[in-house]
């Protein structure tokens, strides 16, 4: 993000405190919510990514996610899930966290379950912390918002303005019950 992108970024935010709705561009477009003023690391690269690029515009599914979990195969739903409502504008996010004491020590090894094994496509951010004071910052936000994870993936839906609409347990299948409808209404 340029400095000037940044400033430019951090004036709507602060905008959008102040007014008590979201932050306009000058375009009109929404401005990125603070929910997602972080860059963060992909799993098992050096690339960062620009969460506001990638998620502008787009409604959110925000999940922590764990290798060695009974709800692991849950991966197979998610992507699922992100195939059929990419093209309508959702994006998942998975951040793989060893809060739970089910990820692997290894990003490699946990890249291998994500890309290899459930043949993941949507975006998964380098392992970090999802609870507490340590958590990144966009668990720190939804933290706030809808409260910490109380196991491996839990989902939060987040709408195109960055207003979180829902935290979804860890048992909440991807597909064919509230989660699904969820998205569906929010992409509508």
Known sequence: MSPLRFILACALGLGSLLLGGPARAA?????CPALFQHEARKLHSKEDV???ALTAGKVVLVVNTASQCGFTPQFKGLEALYKTYRDQGLVVLGFPSDAFRQELDDEGATAKVCYVN?????PMMATSPVRGP???PVFQ???RAAGEPEWNFNKYLVNRDGEVLRHFPSSAKPRGGELEAAVQAALR
Not at 27 to 31: L, P, R, T
Not at 118 to 122: C, L
């Open 134 to 136: 340590d958590a990144n």
């Open 50 to 52: 620009d969460l506001c």
């Open 118 to 122: 459930y043949g993941v496509t949507f």
């Open 141 to 143: 936000a939804l933290n």
């Open 27 to 31: 375009d009109g477009e929404a401005a």
